[in-house]
T-cell receptor, first 111, second 113 residues
């Protein structure tokens, strides 16, 4: 059965800290891996990763994919309270373009 | 450009009633996905539809749940004879054929009393 596992499940840090969120996957017909940020509303798209070893960067957020070891990490540097959210990892497979989501990492950034 | 719209945003039903959740995709998008999010869990895939077709419903419970995406009008997720365990946030997402990014609606929060 296809699955996506995120760790840690929750994380509490202080402003200015750097955090690394992990996503490992075990799927057939892997196409891409996506990261979303979810606050008290619908998930918003952060990154899409398709190739191994190529870092995607947006401000203080960056992400990279390792297709050999089947995982991705999402880094957030100099965290701010506005980064507090649930970060979801999703894997897209070729079969009917279906997404599988992890259970998310709940990040709490304290002032 | 309106994004994905879902209504109602909040829905309260008593056990045994029916719940109808509506999703209007981004204009021009013909692919619709429904996800359910239980408290403290991630999004779980339920069903993938194109216009007038169910492509993949492997995530749908076998009983009481159904979905449609007619030629005209929104996609509907229908839950018959709701139970307390159906209480969750239901998200709809749409995509343009071939696109990988899904655009999510704001969700419908269903509460079953």
């Amino acid at each position: 059965e296809d699955k996506v596992v995120q760790s840690p499940l929750s994380l509490v840090v202080h402003e200015g800290d750097t955090v690394t969120l992990n996503c490992s996957y075990e799927v057939t017909n892997f196409r891409s891996l996506l990261w979303y940020k979810q606050e008290k509303k619908a998930p918003t798209f952060l990154f899409m990763l398709t190739s191994s070893g190529i870092e995607k960067k947006s401000g203080r957020l960056s992400s990279i994919l390792d297709k050999k070891e089947l995982f991705s990490i999402l880094n957030i540097t100099a965290t701010q309270t506005g980064d507090s959210a649930v970060y979801l990892c999703a894997v897209l497979i070729y079969n009917f373009n279906k997404f599988y989501f992890g259970s998310g990492t709940k990040l709490n950034v304290k002032p | 450009n309106a994004g994905v719209m879902q209504n109602p945003r909040h829905l309260v039903r008593r056990r045994g009633q029916e719940a109808r959740l509506r999703c209007s995709p981004v204009k021009g998008h013909s692919h619709v996905y429904w996800y359910r999010q239980l408290p403290e869990e991630g999004l779980k895939f339920m069903v993938y539809l194109q216009k007038e077709n169910i492509i993949d419903e492997s995530g749908m419970p076998k009983e009481r749940f159904s979905a449609e995406f007619p030629k005209e009008g929104p996609s509907i997720l229908r839950i018959q004879q709701v139970v307390r365990g159906d209480s969750a946030a239901y998200f709809c997402a749409s995509s343009l054929m071939g696109d990988l990014e899904e655009f999510f609606g704001p969700g419908t929060r269903l509460t079953v009393l």
